[in-house]
């Protein structure tokens, strides 16, 4: 049976992990910006484990994703709750992760800003897409640069540990030059999935607009755009 909050909320075992992921934000930034390893008796260990268990606490918050979108089809529990909690988790996490780089000053700022205003933007074409009554699908690019963004940000957070240091220059050097790649790769497909949504939205932007549509059109098309918007996660 399904369980609720009380209020008619849909709280199934799908919307419950994702729900769990955006709740173990907070703890993932505490892992990688708080000073936390001084408060235990082997502070330096934990300080060079530390972006390893920063990273680990990202890839399973990541990788929730594809555990709640499993949940939800095989066990036929596909909510508008949850296709509306998906991708602003994944948003969420991603920009999470974006900004506490930039904290720790080893991501440029204007990389993030691309990679979030992408996300600003696509979400106002679907909703003006919405308005006039049509769905913008989804494409590989979407899932793509969500893959590539997870990985550059796995990366970018174990890239200056003390292990690679450890392991010699030339290794650390193939490891920084990893790291770019992919996150250049990553803001690459973020850009051309953003311009793939504008091709798409083409006909919405420039009219003719057909007006308001009906309430029950309204509906259903807010339901289908936000279907389409969690097949762009990796889940």
């Known amino acids: 049976m399904t369980q609720t909050d009380g209020g008619g909320m849909p709280l199934n075992a799908a919307n419950s992990v994702t729900l769990a992921r955006m709740v173990l934000i907070p703890v993932f930034l505490l892992v990688m910006l708080a000073d936390w390893p001084r408060w235990f008796t082997a502070p330096g260990m934990l300080y060079a484990a530390r972006p390893w268990i920063a990273a680990a606490v990202f890839a399973v918050l990541a990788a929730t994703d594809g555990v709640d979108g499993y949940l939800a089809r095989s066990r036929n529990e596909v909510t508008t709750f949850g296709k509306f909690l998906d991708p602003l988790a994944d948003k969420l996490l991603v920009t999470a992760a974006l900004l506490a780089l930039i904290d720790m000053k080893v991501l440029p700022a204007w990389?993030?800003?691309?990679?979030?205003?992408?996300?600003f933007i696509v979400s106002g074409?679907?909703?003006?897409?919405?308005?006039?009554g049509t769905v913008i699908a989804a494409s590989w690019y979407g899932k793509i640069k969500t893959v590539l963004q997870i990985a550059a940000i796995l990366l970018f957070?174990?890239?200056d540990s003390t292990t690679f240091a450890s392991l010699g220059s030339d290794l650390q050097l193939w490891i920084q030059a990893t790291a770019w790649t992919v996150m250049g790769a990553a803001v690459v497909m973020t850009i051309m999935s953003m311009v793939d949504y504008f091709m798409?939205?083409?006909?919405?932007?420039?009219?003719?607009?057909?007006?308001?549509?009906?309430?029950?059109?309204?509906?259903?098309?807010?339901?289908?755009?936000?279907?389409?918007?969690?097949?762009e996660t990796v889940g």
Do not use: Y
């Open 111 to 119: 990389i993030a800003f691309v990679i979030i205003a992408r996300e």
């Open 200 to 231: 798409h939205a083409r006909d919405v932007l420039v009219g003719p607009w057909s007006g308001v549509p009906s309430l029950a059109d309204t509906e259903k098309v807010v339901c289908e755009a936000a279907s389409e918007e969690t097949d």
């Open 157 to 159: 957070i174990v890239k």
């Open 125 to 132: 074409l679907r909703m003006v897409a919405s308005a006039e």
